[in-house]
């Protein structure tokens, strides 16, 4: 493999600076004993005092990860199992509807989905709280899934499949052995884009929620009237190390692990 | 792999797609056929060939055309250098870890930085320029909005160009071709699928974009998906606001049809 | 795939641990009945010792839920499925849900402390004799500005944001009745303002000012105006004390030829289930020390006068947030609009803003 050239180098740094910039600047202003992000004062770790003080803020932000994590999860699992069934249909007009369905929600704001969604739930009855808007999350993150997972199992070869059976492999062996290994990439991306959209998203969950349970971006937006306290950037600095901490440690313990065992994912 | 246990597979999938999909659109469209006092008319629809509606369509295009535009731009040579990283994956997931991070947050940040007194215009300044109000532009508007669209862009493009044979790459370089000629005729072709997939989560989403067209642009930019949350929250016009969202339903649909694979054959020529 | 069931794996046993946590931390947390209490409110606007407080004196437990607008607030109690106990609306939108039938009448004599209101802000057209509301806290629309970056202009007449100097220096709230309101105003008519000439009158206005505005947004205004980065900006008098009290070179008046006169108010939505903690909750914030405490927390002007003897002499003698009876006449309440003529303000400020390019 060839090394990356300096000017490539440069781009991805320009790249991930740009990307990092608005949260190493909250994440700056976390540490502000002014109260606001505006002009920094003097350092203090007030407010992430404040933050282990807050049980209640601390039980939101579990929520809101766990809500993120299962959705990511269940919603991967539909849209993997729906773009493999999607590219099994050999009617191009059938697969098209298809599709155009699948990006329904993609195209709905935020609201509309939100409202809807929240007739449906009071309408078959569901209680409003963790359950709807675990159902709600999983819902608009499908589509990404299916969109994530499409472009590796259109471009797999054919032949691959064919292969396989004719060497006496079983359906259930070609799902688990060669569909499911070359599209785990796709899989991956679809799951870390549905965490994305769990996490960003306030007007569906405002809508579906109820009964104490709340998340984090609700939480967020409706401080926007009276002024974002900056516990709330403390929380999020956290979180941002937390996850930095968590993928980079993840991410060396498997690929050790792998080389040890001499995998090739 | 036509067979029933591929079938049973889109079973969750299409119970999905009938509980929150069909469900949906149904209420939308039943909505939509609804005048304010909840009598049923089809005013709503002649309401939206009214100037005001076509202008915020077109400028919706227009906006969502070229935050995609600009998104590809960047997310292309991103995610191609990012395949030659010695820890792609990782490095890959630190594109995606900002995403996590409340949007309204980085909003407020981005109020910062872009600001006349912000980091930015503090370093514009050390090259001798004078600082300038960067927020409530059309380019502030665009910038964040290629920003929040860039890992959804990257990650599809990424994996298409991953499993990209080098092989091929060199055997067109051994040729003879330019390195122009080969990304035109080799690398861009058989990633097709990953740019098409990046193009449609970009540019469907950023046609109802709302939110930033405040926060960001201050309203100086009105998209669709602003006048559907006006008339959803505001004016309590639940019946505009749906007729709204049919016709970006139905906008998606045409993207879908030009965009759509037309090829059901299988057993592309790899 | 082996990784694939790993990761699943790994998620199931994260959200598990995830799950306990959450537990141990929200015990006591019960469901909603006698000894809970489900409160919903706008985010940061009340101090949250008082919750403490006020399960320290009564025993009832707070479940605290925010919205960010009234809109959206009123969907959420209209489909149900939460019992809220207590919302805090703002006054056009009481006027809305006791149309919708979404209110509880208030039992005066459950709430003796609400003699401490000042009888000024009782008994108004949107709700006759409070029989289903009590004032939280209430406030002006104005223009705050800053002296240094805007001349002599003092904003004591709204003609001054038309003034040639602010070119591209305008910063407009993000709302119907406040920029058409202030439209109307500025022309001496009321801005409950039914009359379509009045109405087409302001709008072209309006457009008229359209050089002068940089930009129409949300709360965001608050950091501008305290950076120093926006010189003026139309707002209600709340946020205005937040950014007085960031940045003392900012200054607010309320133009003379009138503007608006809000409330946001407790009331008991239809949706509750524990009608007397509801009572006894309102009761306890009407008291003078709650009130003060929430008043200095919050930053907005209280209805409280008994708590306002308790407040920072200078806070609460402020005329521009304490305006005198002299000063309030020309203050205006919204009125419910009804659907039709909602529709047509906001019609009108989508004119105004597509005027700005």
């Known amino acids: 493999m060839k090394k990356l050239s300096a000017s490539a180098r440069v781009y991805l740094a320009i790249v991930f600076i740009v990307l990092y910039a608005p949260i190493f600047y909250l994440i700056f202003y976390s540490f502000n004993s002014g109260g606001t992000m505006n002009s920094f004062e003097s350092f203090t770790l007030e407010h992430y005092k404040a933050v282990f003080e807050d049980s209640r803020l601390l039980v939101i932000l579990i929520n809101t990860v766990i809500v993120a994590l299962l959705s990511a999860l269940i919603s991967t699992i539909i849209g993997t199992l729906g773009a493999i069934g999607i590219v099994t249909v050999k009617d191009s007009k059938m697969r098209n509807t298809l599709l155009s369905l699948n990006n329904v929600l993609i195209v709905s704001p935020d609201v509309i989905i939100g409202a809807s969604f929240l007739i449906l739930f009071t309408m078959i009855g569901i209680k409003l709280g963790f359950a709807s808007v675990l159902l709600a999350h999983v819902a608009f993150s499908v589509p990404i899934v299916v969109l994530m997972v499409l472009p590796k199992l259109l471009e797999m070869n054919k032949s691959l499949i064919d292969a396989a059976l004719d060497l006496g492999a079983t359906k259930k062996d070609v799902m688990m052995r060669v569909i499911l290994p070359y599209i785990q990439p796709g899989i991956f991306a679809g799951f870390f884009l549905a965490l994305t959209y769990s996490l960003d998203d306030f007007a569906v969950t405002f809508f579906v929620t109820g009964n104490g349970f709340s998340t984090l971006s609700v939480e967020i937006y409706s401080m926007a009237r009276a002024g974002i306290s900056l516990t709330v950037n403390a929380i999020s600095g956290l979180v941002f190390f937390v996850t930095v901490i968590v993928v980079v440690g993840y991410y060396f313990i498997t690929s050790r692990a792998s080389k040890r065992t001499g995998g090739t994912q | 792999m036509q067979t029933k246990t591929s079938k049973s597979a889109l079973f969750p999938y299409v119970l999905w797609i009938a509980l929150f999909v069909i469900a949906p659109i149904a209420l939308v469209v039943y909505y939509s056929l609804l005048d304010i006092h909840g009598n049923f008319t089809l005013d709503n629809y002649k309401a939206f060939f009214t100037s005001v509606y076509l202008k915020m369509t077109l400028s919706s295009f227009w906006y969502a055309f070229l935050i995609t ?202 | ?253 309320v133009p003379t030829e009138g503007s608006n006169l809000w409330f946001d108010n407790m009331v008991i939505p239809k949706t509750s289930k524990n009608i007397d903690g509801a009572h006894a909750f309102i009761n306890f914030m009407l008291k003078a020390k709650s009130g003060a405490k929430n008043a200095d927390y919050v930053g907005y002007s209280t209805p409280n006068i008994a708590a306002m003897k308790l407040m920072d002499k200078e806070v609460v003698s402020d005329k521009r947030f304490y305006p005198s009876e002299e000063q309030r006449k020309t203050l205006e309440v919204y009125k419910n609009l009804g659907p039709d003529y909602l529709g047509k303000y906001n019609e009108l400020f989508l004119e105004f803003k597509m005027s700005i390019r």
């Open chain 2, 69 to 270: 535009f600009f998104t590809l731009l960047v997310s292309y040579p991103t995610a191609y250098f990012l395949t030659k990283t010695k820890h792609k994956q990782l490095w890959l997931l630190l594109i995606i870890i900002p995403s996590w991070i409340n949007l309204l947050l980085k909003t407020y940040a981005f109020i910062g930085i872009f600001g006349l007194y912000g980091p930015l215009n503090a370093f514009i300044e050390v090259f001798g320029f004078d600082p300038k109000q960067m927020l409530f532009t059309d380019i502030s508007f665009v910038f964040v909005s290629v920003y929040i669209f860039i890992p959804f862009m990257i990650l599809p493009i990424f994996n298409s160009l991953d499993r990209l044979n080098p092989a091929l790459v060199y055997a067109a370089r051994d040729l003879g071709a330019s390195a122009f000629t080969t990304f035109r005729r080799v690398i861009l072709p058989l990633t097709m699928d990953g740019v098409k997939s990046g193009i449609q989560v970009v540019f469907i989403p950023a046609l109802s974009l709302f939110m930033i067209t405040r926060l960001i642009a201050g309203n100086r930019v009105i998209t669709l998906g602003t006048a559907i949350e006006q008339q959803f929250l505001v004016t309590q016009n639940w019946g505009m606001g749906s007729t709204i969202a049919v016709f970006l339903i139905l906008f998606m649909v045409i993207i879908m049809l030009i965009t759509g694979q037309k090829k059901d054959k299988g057993g592309r020529v790899r």
């Open chain 3, 1 to 253: 795939m082996k990784q694939l069931i790993q990761a699943t794996i790994a998620i199931l046993v994260v959200s598990a641990l995830l799950f306990y946590a959450a537990d141990a931390l929200s015990a006591g947390g019960g469901k909603s009945g006698k000894d809970t209490l489900t409160i919903f409110n706008w985010g940061e606007y009340i101090d949250p010792d008082l919750l403490k407080q006020f399960k320290k004196e009564t025993g009832i437990h707070v479940i605290y839920e925010t919205f960010d607008s009234n809109e959206a607030m009123m969907t959420k109690i209209q489909q149900g499925g939460t019992a809220y106990d207590i919302a805090v609306p703002s006054e056009y939108m009481i006027e809305k849900m006791k149309e919708e039938n979404l209110l509880v009448p208030l039992d005066k004599t459950k709430i003796p402390n609400f003699k401490n209101i000042d009888p000024y802000f009782l008994d108004l057209p949107f709700d006759d004799d409070n029989k289903y509301s009590v004032p939280y806290f209430w406030g002006t629309v104005g223009v705050v500005y800053n002296p240094k970056l805007v001349g002599n202009l003092d904003f004591s007449s709204w003609e001054d944001l038309w003034d040639p100097s602010l070119k591209r220096k305008v910063f407009l709230v993000d709302g119907a009745r406040e920029v058409i309101g202030m439209g109307l105003n500025s022309l001496g008519y009321s801005l409950n303002s039914l009359n379509n000439e009045e109405l087409r009158e302001a709008t072209d206005k309006l457009i008229t000012m359209a050089p002068n505005v940089k930009a129409i947004i949300g709360d965001e205004i608050t950091p501008l105006m305290v950076n120093n980065e926006a010189s003026v900006a139309l707002t209600w008098s709340g946020q205005a004390a937040d950014m007085l009290s960031e940045n003392e070179d900012l200054d607010f008046a």
